[in-house]
């Protein structure tokens, strides 16, 4: 049951961030950022929040500055339209997976063509 609940607020938490992200935030440093997952700690007190972000190396390390310096703002959405308990701490960390399936990928059809 707890498993579910988590999951729930995990989702619902990446939708607020999805919709805040995409709408708007001030920061110039934000380019293009797709949040993919977001993993919250049983006692809500902290969330990983993985994202993609599209564009070279330090155009994606500005984007994470970014997103940690817009934290509060981002914290305080949450709080507001889901009503927890308690608003987890964000930490926002860049997801490689899309990167890492694209190599693996790219890998694969190499060996085939051989």
Known sequence: M????M???????REVLSEAIASG??????????????????????AKVYVSVL????????????LERSHGYLQSLIGRQLGLKRTPQLTFVRDESIE?????????KEIESE
């Open 2 to 5: 707890a498993g579910q609940r």
């Open 100 to 108: 890492r399936g694209l190599r693996i990928e790219k890998l694969l």
């Open 55 to 66: 564009g070279d190396e330090r155009e994606q390390e500005e984007t994470l500055r970014g």
């Open 7 to 13: 999951r729930r607020v995990n989702e619902a938490v």
């Open 25 to 46: 935030l001030k920061d110039p440093r934000i380019g293009f950022v797709t949040v993919t997952s977001v993993d919250t700690s049983a006692d809500l007190r902290s």
